[in-house]
């Protein structure tokens, strides 16, 4: 009769102690992990994005500048482009977007008359056209930003460095803000050595500070190389 007892009781404690361990882990209560629901995508080329909406979701990183901010280097745009293809960029002192489009390059041994004081003026056309509702302007050569030229070695050199202020196009020559639903066309032009010229990189800062980057053919390219000639009086 002992033996039974005792042999019940052992039975109702494993199961006791069974319950506990059932009860104690929690996982018959513990919901499913939830799927991590993937952030809406942006698509970036769509014309109809507000200004906030396409900063915060197509700019690339943004620059923390301080001050004048020419203290603290640019972000980069990821792609390095090529010659042709478009890069939107936000417009000076942030205000709009602007869709810049390099198409073509001239190397030119002179601008109406005037030498480059290195070897080679590299003269770069540009179609800007704003992609929303809000006028937009290029960033000014005074500010933090605007155009470079950045050499094979990495030297950066501004437009309108040494005699390619000289360089004018009367086709190519925009200043001030790009209304909504028009484009216009601009020219950037630099003052090369002829290895500064090879292999070369068009770098755009624009109003938030990112860097946008072109890579530029050895030789003459694009679909506007005689009419540049032309306005350069090189032809002939």
Not at 55 to 68: L, P
Not at 186 to 199: N, W
Request: with cysteine; glycine share 12%; proline share 6%.
């Amino acid at each position: 009769m002992r033996t039974r007892i005792a042999a019940g009781t052992a039975l109702l404690l494993v199961a006791a102690l069974a319950g506990c361990e059932s009860e104690g882990d929690g996982s018959a209560d513990k919901p499913a992990a939830k799927a991590a629901q993937p952030s809406p995508k942006v698509d970036c080329s769509d014309t109809s994005l507000g200004q906030a909406e396409w900063v915060k979701n197509c700019s690339g990183k943004a620059a923390g500048t301080g001050g004048d901010g020419r203290d603290e280097a640019p972000s980069a745009d990821e792609k390095v482009h090529a010659l042709g293809e478009p890069a939107l960029t936000v417009g000076d002192e942030g205000v709009g977007v602007l869709e810049m489009t390099p198409t073509t390059v001239v190397f030119a041994k002179e601008s109406d008359g005037d030498a480059p004081e290195k070897d080679v003026f590299a003269v770069i056309t540009v179609k800007k056209r704003p992609t929303t509702a809000t006028p937009a302007e290029e960033i000014s050569p005074m500010g933090s930003g605007g155009w470079q030229w950045r050499a094979p070695d990495g030297q950066a050199l501004d437009e309108g460095n040494g005699e390619s202020f000289n360089v004018v196009l009367g086709d190519f020559n925009t200043a001030g803000p790009v209304q909504p639903g028009s484009f216009v066309w601009d020219a950037e032009a630099f003052d090369l050595t002829a290895a500064q010229a090879k292999g070369g990189t068009l770098v755009y800062i624009d109003g938030e500070g990112t860097a946008h980057q072109w890579k530029m053919p050895v030789a003459d390219s694009g679909p506007q190389v005689a009419e540049v000639k032309r306005d350069l009086s090189t032809v002939g």
